[in-house]
């Protein structure tokens, strides 16, 4: 597992907004948990996103928390806000707990 801080428009890194590569998660596929590595947005103490060869995962509490979560949320997915809601009311993004 590898953490990296987000990096700014500037290209300085961003306190508190993390990119956790080679995460591991539980995620419950209608019979069983299965452990899957990914990549993990995290914002401050909070997990946002994942995203791995299964699909994308969103914190269903956290993923809009604030201006600053979202707008490296946004990077992390390189997408609007408006795109990552379409996703989510598609089902393509799975919302979930990931807190």
Known sequence: MKVK?????KGNPVAN???????VIDIYDGVKEI???GHMFRSYSSNI???CSRGYFIDKNKWDYSTTTGKYRNQF?????????AKIDSG??????LN
């Open 35 to 37: 452990a899957t590595r």
């Open 17 to 23: 907004q993390f990119i956790i590569e080679n995460a």
């Open 77 to 85: 997915l390189n997408e609007t806000k408006k795109e990552t809601q």
């Open 49 to 51: 996103a994942f995203k």
């Open 92 to 97: 393509e993004y799975i919302l979930t707990d």
């Open 5 to 9: 801080n987000m990096v700014s428009s």
